[in-house]
């Protein structure tokens, strides 16, 4: 599995906007990226810039080409490009979406949405097209005023898409993604074990109270959320130590643990060795 956008940082060209971890990333042919099995960990517009891409959710799949726009919510997907593929990607969280929907339709009466719909495909228009090279060129020469210019493309092709969305679906996916508080715990989890959260945090993310928090984790993973955050964070810092040159000190801060001696205790209760040890192992 590859976490985008990640696993996207180390490879290509990107920049980091202003609100809410919004990044933007032009997809280089030179370095493609394909998985059948990829967790997007925020919501996703993308735009098509050369070949192809195909586009799998559930039991829908979507053959996007050149001059195609895609919204895709977080979620699981399988992705497969072409060689030739190049593509804008933006990503966002519900805070910009919020914001987009309340600046231009605060009123909208959202109709009721299947909770399975597939990424919503539209065409590119020249205006679009013309956004979009002012955006690919301030992530690849990053000026001053650069990460606000890209946020503000990014505002301007969610308001093309909804001009042209005469049936209105759009505006309520949209609403329905900010609407929905209730986030899947397992997701939440997963993307967020290395960060020091308190269980009052946790419950507040996931739109739970802190006692149903405790109740509904206890019953679905048969353990606490404490518990289960250090072993999921040994695991990961395991994987870490056998995968990569990087200091131990570094491996603990990453994968969660602030003080190094309580890393090191908590590993060796549950490897049976040290982490330096296991590195040392390792290398011999």
Not at 31 to 48: G, S
Not at 225 to 245: F, M
Request: proline letters at 4%; one cysteine or more; aromatic letters at 12%.
């Amino acid at each position: 599995m590859i976490q985008i956008p990640k696993d996207l940082l180390d490879h290509h060209a990107h920049i980091r906007l202003r609100l809410s971890d919004m990044y933007g990333f032009v997809i280089d042919k030179k370095r493609p990226f394909r998985c059948d099995d990829t967790l997007q960990t925020a919501h996703c517009l993308e735009v098509i810039l050369t070949g192809s891409i195909d586009v799998r959710y559930g039991s829908y799949v979507q053959h996007l080409m050149a001059g195609d726009i895609q919204f895709r919510r977080r979620g699981n997907y399988q992705l497969f490009p072409s060689d030739d593929y190049t593509s804008l990607l933006i990503f966002m969280e519900n805070e910009f979406v919020d914001y987009f929907l309340e600046s231009h339709v605060p009123e909208f009466k959202q109709e009721k949405l299947n909770a399975d719909l597939p990424p919503f495909t539209f065409k590119t228009s020249e205006f679009i097209k013309a956004n979009i090279t002012q955006a690919i060129q301030h992530i690849l020469h990053q000026q001053e005023y650069s990460r606000c210019i890209v946020k503000f493309v990014a505002h301007q092709v969610l308001l093309q898409i909804l001009a042209g969305d005469g049936s209105k679906t759009f505006v309520s996916f949209l609403k329905d993604l900010v609407s929905d508080k209730k986030v899947d715990l397992a997701y939440f989890m997963e993307t967020n074990f290395n960060r020091q959260l308190s269980i009052p945090d946790m419950a507040k993310l996931t739109g739970r109270s802190v006692s149903a928090f405790k109740k509904e984790f206890t019953e679905r993973f048969n353990t606490t959320p404490v518990k289960w955050q250090i072993n999921r964070r040994l695991e990961y810092a395991e994987y870490q130590l056998k995968t990569s040159n990087d200091p131990v000190s570094l491996v603990a801060y990453s994968s969660g643990f602030e003080n190094i001696s309580h890393f090191s205790k908590v590993y060796k209760q549950r490897f049976g060795a040290s982490p330096k040890s296991a590195r040392s192992e390792l290398v011999l």
